[in-house]
C-alpha cells in the first residue's frame, strides 16, 4: 500500500486537528478584581480555573478551590509553573501531555488564551481522529492478510462459528445484489486474531507475542465500541489512547508501509 493513495495520511489526516481546535477559550481577570466576583463567574459558567491578567496580559491563573477574600491576584500562580502548550501542537503530543497534568494551557499566537483538560478529548473531533486511526489499522491488517494469504489459507486462524458469522454476513450482501469476498465480511477481531495468530504478520507489526498482540487488540477494539456507543472513552480507554498517541510514528508506518 503506498504511501500517496492515502493522501499523504501523516498530514492531510493523522496531524490535521491541533489543540487549538478543541480548546476552550481561557476566562481571564485583572489582578485587582475581587475574589468574589470572580468565584461568581466561575460558577455560572460551571469553570473552576481562569487566567490572571497584569497590565492586559494573561500572566497567572487561579483556581476555583483556592479562592479567598480580597483581590484574585492574591491567589495567583505564576503561569510558567503550569503546562503550555502549543495551539498548533498535534493531538498525540497533548494526549501525551494530558497523561502527566489534569489540565493546561494553550497558547496561541503569542498569547495565553486556552486551556484544555482531559474531558475535552471526548468531544467529536477527537473521537473521529481516534475512530479514524483504527480503522486505517483495520484496513491494513486486511492488505496484510490479502498479501499474505492470496488464497484461503487465512481461514485456518478463524473457528467455525465465526467463518459461519463471516458467511451469514456474505450471503445478506449478496442479497443486496453485492458481491464481496467472505474476507470483506470478516468483523475487525477477526482480522486482527489472523494477523496476531500467524507469526510472520504478527512480527511485522512490531508485536513480540500472541499474547502481547491479544491484549493490545483487545484494547482497541473496547476502544472502537466505546467511541461508536458514544461511551465516556477518557474514563474508560485512557491509557489505550495514550498508547496510540504514544506509538503513532508506527500506526503510520503500518498503515503506509508498501
Known amino acids: 500500500m503506498k504511501r500517496n493513495s492515502y493522501y499523504d495520511i501523516d498530514n492531510t489526516f493523522l496531524r490535521s486537528l491541533t489543540v487549538h481546535d478543541i480548546s476552550e477559550p481561557l476566562p481571564s481577570f485583572d489582578s485587582e478584581t475581587p475574589a468574589e466576583i470572580v468565584r461568581e463567574a466561575l460558577d455560572q459558567h460551571h469553570l473552576r480555573i481562569a487566567g490572571v491578567r497584569e497590565k492586559g496580559f494573561v500572566a497567572g491563573y487561579l483556581t476555583y478551590d483556592e479562592l479567598g477574600e480580597g483581590p484574585c491576584g492574591k491567589f495567583c500562580r505564576p503561569i510558567y ?41 471526548d468531544d467529536p473531533p477527537v473521537r473521529m481522529w481516534l475512530f479514524g486511526l483504527i480503522t486505517l489499522i483495520e ?64 512480527q511485522r507489526i512490531g508485536f513480540q507475542s500472541r499474547r502481547q498482540g491479544d491484549q493490545a487488540i483487545k484494547n482497541l477494539e473496547k476502544l472502537r465500541n466505546n467511541l461508536a456507543h458514544a461511551q465516556d472513552i477518557v474514563s474508560l480507554d485512557w491509557q489505550t489512547i495514550v498508547n496510540l498517541s504514544e506509538n503513532l510514528e508506527t500506526v503510520i508506518e503500518i498503515v503506509t508501509d508498501e
Open 81 to 121: 509553573e503550569a503546562k503550555i502548550l502549543s495551539g498548533n501542537a498535534h493531538l498525540s503530543e497533548l494526549v501525551l501531555a494530558l497523561d502527566q497534568v489534569p489540565y493546561l494551557f494553550v497558547n496561541f499566537l503569542g498569547e495565553i488564551s486556552g486551556i484544555v483538560t482531559r474531558a475535552d478529548l
Open 139 to 202: 484496513m491494513r491488517f486486511l492488505t496484510l492478510i490479502e498479501h499474505r494469504f492470496p488464497g484461503d489459507g487465512w481461514q485456518q486462524y478463524l473457528s467455525d462459528k465465526r467463518l459461519e458469522k463471516a458467511a451469514a454476513l456474505q450471503r445478506e450482501r449478496q442479497r443486496r445484489r453485492q458481491d464481496p469476498r467472505l474476507l470483506d465480511c470478516l468483523q475487525f477481531s477477526d482480522k486482527a486474531q489472523i494477523v496476531i495468530r500467524d507469526e510472520q504478520l504478527r
